[in-house]
């Protein structure tokens, strides 16, 4: 094996899958969602920046155009409304008090 | 304008129990006024991600000895500029043993830790402090002033003649009251950040500290051609290692956050200090970024804004210090709202002790003599070029080639600033704004 290869492979371990990753945040989840996607608005939007800049990974582009998105594991951090140029796509509040994203070694 | 306490539930309502709430809180109710302050998380913290340093000396005149019962992780005596190219890195050291003594310097903490130690002096100062409430608007009378808060709480709306907004980077009171309209995504970064395990001593060893000292490393470069930065911060028996992501640029381009986490964690300057460390929590945040020129009109009548809501939080490029500015900010509208219920007068020019402190404070002194470094920091030039070109040189000036001679300093530099595209005009007017800029 070269010399190269040999630190390449002791520099690489296994990501984790992004489920595992979310799954070390405390998520108490209200029924009622805090963020709601105007599916119209999305349909019509050729940039996509929700999707590649969410930490939470929760706009999903579907196949007939739309985004899915689901609200259970959300940071709450406002990346999603800050870089969605669209008026009116994202409707965006916090959720109900004592809900939501709990952190606790961060 | 006149206060009418009786239809009051408080002197004042201070929304949300981060550094600045706590802060304001502790200062309005040790001036002898009652106080409500309101937390949206379960507990004050449980919301709130950083880095992981807090430089907490603001608290001298707050929490006397606070370093005697503060949740410290690691007092840090160590900071690292990290430079990193594609495959080298440059590294800048500075320890300073004094900073692991009183009054120290910095402490790396976690949030939810501190934060609720934080709010536990305002409960003692005699603030009442009240969790799992969701503020949801600003209540107001016939003539449009300020009358206090409704929240998500059945008959939920509290009244106060003063409300300080220290509800953080996404403040709703702030836009609400037509004070901050901003929404410029150019002007904020996210931040993401693993809480990363490895044994204590293991973390001793690699950053080489002991005890409950602790390291601090920044990091420009390594941030996938997203401008921004990363860091590294040791805690006691875990690391928080994350980036700050300008918001546009990382929306521009199809690396998502997490594969940048990735990256980093691959440089081989990087992976030797986290192999084998378990990821135990995952969070990400947003920051007001551009200091200064966010800034918003910060006192309105019956109403003032602290803190991230503020966007007073300093983030420029070595320094990323936002719960000391949060901390200051919050003390100075807590005294000042204190003092406009003493004289009866909750106008804006009642409460304009506000702004007088904020100026003749480290809060805005150092926002102003910094204005231009995040700008600076963030920039195509100093993001894309200048971690390659540092590296490019040093590694060359390090480098025994024999049997060539050593080149000149000179030379290589000529040369390396023309392999990295940088004009030397260009070189020039950043090296001069960043001379201005920090010195
Ligand atoms: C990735 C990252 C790294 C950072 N690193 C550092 C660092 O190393 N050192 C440093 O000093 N700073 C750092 N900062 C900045 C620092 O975290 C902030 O500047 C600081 O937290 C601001 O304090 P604050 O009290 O203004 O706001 P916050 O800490 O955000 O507190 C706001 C509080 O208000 C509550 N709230 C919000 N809305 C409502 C509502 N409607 N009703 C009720 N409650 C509400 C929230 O739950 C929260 O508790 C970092 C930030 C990030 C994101
Ligand atoms: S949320 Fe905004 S950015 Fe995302 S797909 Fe819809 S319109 Fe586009
Ligand atoms: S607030 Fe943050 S985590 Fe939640 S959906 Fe928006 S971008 Fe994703």
Known sequence: ?106 | MMTSPTQHDADIIVVGAGPAGSCAAIAAARAGKSVILIERGPFPGSKNMYGGVVYPRILDELVPSWWETMPVQRWVVKRSTMLLSDSGALNIDFRANSWGAPPYNGATAYRPDFDNWLANHAVEAGARLVCSTTVTGLLRDSNGRIQGVSTDRPDGDLHAPIVIACDGVNSFLAKQSGLYPHTDASNFTLGVKETLALPKHVIDERFGVRDNLGVDIEILGGTSGVNGGGFIYTNLDTIALGVVLKLPKLAAQQKRPEQIIAELKRHPAIAPLIEGAEVKEYSAHVIPEAGLDMMPTMVADGMLVAGDAAAMCLAAGIWLEGVNFAMASGMYAGQAAAEAIAKNDVSSRGLSGYTDRLEKSFVLRDHRKLRKVPHLVLSDRVQHKYPAFVAGVVERVFRVDNPHPKPGVRRIVREERKKAGIGLLDLLRDGWTGMRGFG
């Open chain 1, 1 to 106: 094996m070269s010399s190269t290869a040999r630190i390449e492979r002791d520099n690489a371990w296994p990501e984790i899958s992004f489920e595992e990753r979310i799954g070390t945040a405390e998520f108490r989840i209200h029924e009622k969602a805090h963020i709601t996607v105007n599916g119209d608005s999305c349909r019509g939007c050729t940039t996509r920046e929700c999707v590649v800049a969410c930490p939470a990974n929760l706009f999903v582009p579907t196949s007939d155009g739309g985004i899915l998105f689901n609200y259970e594991n959300c940071f709450e951090c406002g990346t999603c409304y800050l870089v969605c140029n669209k008026e009116g796509a994202i409707s965006w509040t916090y959720p109900e008090g004592g809900y939501g994203i709990v952190f606790h070694r961060t």
